[in-house]
């Protein structure tokens, strides 16, 4: 079940994608999440669809492995669908008992259906082609600009790249504790709705209180080495824009305004 | 009456084109009131191993029985294995949950359907097994010491009664103190309840002292299996290996070469002493 969550799992390859700079990448999903807001026609999504099929290719991360992370939002996907099926008024194709089909409530359904795979796939591209540390890293750069306002930028990418960090810790804690609560007879598969949230205690518990301790341990080897937040402090890697970096943002900016001109002309 | 593996693998990745395996094609069998130890630097599988013999993990290839049937098979309880062959892990907090000691250990007697009442009878004759002492079974079980918590974790699968006891790495960063006093208790019930006991760790000293018999684990396979002398006779064998014969056994060794009439089989400093007294009276 945890696996097949691709959001936050990077793919290494050695692609131009992989190469560019995380602050680009971030930029990239911000602008396609928004393009596809742009425009509501067939050509729309085509072109943006397209777009994103150039940059998969160009990443080279297997599909099936973008693919996977879709599963996760299928409920989501299915359930949407419905409500625009049955709930949008318009003209009527089938009626049966007190349901009925509209056309503009197909179209409509299509077009959220395709449009929430696009955004989730174009994110996907960028958790996939990023590391998580390079990914914090972009986000403290590009979002620095609030320390003016006194907003503690480090701190939560800081915070947020521990968390990442002890994702995977915390998956292999919690298979230990299932094994050991297991082998004394617990059961986390069966039975009731409340029994299985019952059936959880004995496994959360552990987790907490290795969690709380693993944070305190951190805490202290943090300031034991001096750690004192991000008042002036460097980095062994400090993010550099490249040609190639610089040239993404062009194919970006082109590719809004073909959005924007292929939404208003066609 | 025994657990029985039968040409078991057990493949990491089986999606994966290049087969990486944690144990591969092991049999063994234990009986009934036996002390056997596992041992073998990290990695050579001998936790996976042990997941085997209650039906935590199931093997790749190859089959599990304990008292003549296969234990992955659709109609046996996997639940009763689970109470016959118990499993404690390497660290106690993994499995420490409850508000205080007693209800802790009754956890698993529950879980095997005990009433409230027979579940408490058994975690009490489980604790006390345990040398833990009465005063300690209302306290928080987060209150307790490394050695305590370790104990009480014992004590956790003994409430179940089971027929064997897998104990994984159980003196792990334990002070020598802790360590001899679990060893000890150990001993004790595989002595008196004839409970089968099977030691993973990979300290030599613990094993010559406790086991008597040893299972010797490298890169997934079982590379020797016999009682402890003849194990630790073939030390340069274990050397290859990365792993050692006790320290004594060394000296023992050493001593035989500089001309002692000594036996090179000790094991245990205990064994040493009186040989070397023995050789010194009957030198005079």
Excluded at chain 1, 219 to 233: K, T
Excluded at chain 2, 97 to 124: H, I, T, W, Y
Excluded at chain 2, 143 to 149: P, R
């Amino acid at each position: 079940m945890i696996r097949d969550i691709t959001l936050g799992q990077y793919y290494e390859a050695d692609s131009l994608i992989h190469k560019l700079d995380p602050r680009v990448k971030l930029a990239f999903t911000l602008i396609y999440i928004i393009s596809l807001y742009v425009g509501h026609s067939f050509y729309c999504y085509l072109f943006a669809a397209l777009f994103l099929a150039g940059v998969i290719a160009l990443s080279r991360v297997p599909v099936h492995f973008m693919l996977r992370g879709l599963r996760s939002i299928v409920v989501i996907l299915v359930i949407s669908a419905l409500f625009n099926i049955f709930l949008v008024d318009g003209e009527v194709l089938v009626r049966f008992w007190k349901l009925r089909i509209t056309k503009e409530g197909l179209v409509t359904a299509a077009y959220m259906v395709v449009r929430l795979i696009l955004l989730i796939l174009g994110s996907t591209v960028m958790t996939l082609t990023t590391t998580p540390n390079d990914l914090t890293d972009g986000l403290e750069k590009s979002l620095s600009f609030l320390k003016i306002f006194r907003f503690p930028v480090h701190d939560l990418a800081m915070m947020m790249s521990i968390a990442l960090r002890f994702i995977p810790i915390l998956v292999e804690e919690v298979n230990k504790i299932m094994k050991a609560q297991m082998a004394r007879g617990a059961d986390f598969d069966g039975g009731s709705l409340i029994k299985k949230a019952k059936a959880m205690v004995p496994m959360l518990i552990p987790l907490f209180v290795s969690s709380f301790r693993r944070a305190n341990d951190l805490a202290l080897a943090m300031e034991a080495r001096c750690y004192h937040g991000g008042e002036g402090r460097t980095k062994m890697y400090p993010l550099k824009y490249q040609t190639h970096d610089y040239l993404a943002y062009l194919v970006l900016l082109v590719y809004l305004a073909c959005m924007i001109l292929v939404s208003k002309v066609l | 009456m025994s657990i029985k593996v039968d040409h078991v693998s057990y493949v990491y990745d089986p999606d994966q084109k290049v087969r990486r395996y944690a144990i591969q094609d092991v049999s063994l069998e234990i009986r009934k009131g036996e002390f056997v130890s596992i041992i073998g630097h990290t990695g050579s599988g001998k936790s996976t191993l042990v997941q085997f013999l209650n039906g935590l993990l199931k093997p790749t290839e190859g089959h599990v029985y304990f008292d003549g049937r296969d234990i992955f098979e659709k109609d046996f309880s996997l639940k009763l294995l689970r109470q016959k062959v118990g499993i404690v892990f390497q660290y106690p907090d993994h499995q420490l949950f409850e508000s205080d000691v007693l209800k802790d250990v009754m956890f698993g007697p529950k879980n095997m359907g005990q009433s409230p009442k027979e579940a408490e009878a058994n975690a009490r004759a489980a604790l006390k097994v345990m040398a833990m002492d009465e005063s300690t079974f209302e306290k928080s079980p987060f209150e307790l010491s490394g050695g305590q918590k370790r104990r009480v974790a014992i004590a956790g699968i003994l409430a179940m009664n089971p027929d064997y006891l897998i104990l994984d790495e159980p003196t792990a960063g334990l002070d020598p103190e802790g360590r001899d006093e679990i060893l000890e208790l150990i001993r004790t019930l595989n002595w008196s309840q004839r409970i089968a006991v099977i030691l993973v760790s990979h300290s030599m000293e613990d094993v010559a002292e406790y086991a008597n018999r040893i299972l010797v684990m490298n890169d997934g396979r079982i590379i020797m299996d016999d009682t402890p002398k003849n194990v630790f006779r073939s030390y340069q064998e274990l050397e290859k290996i990365g792993l050692s014969a006790p320290q004594v056994t060394y000296v023992a060794h050493e001593l035989k070469k500089k001309g002692f009439p000594i036996d090179e089989d000790i094991m245990t400093v205990e064994e040493a002493k009186k040989e070397i007294l023995r050789i010194l009276t009957h030198d005079s």
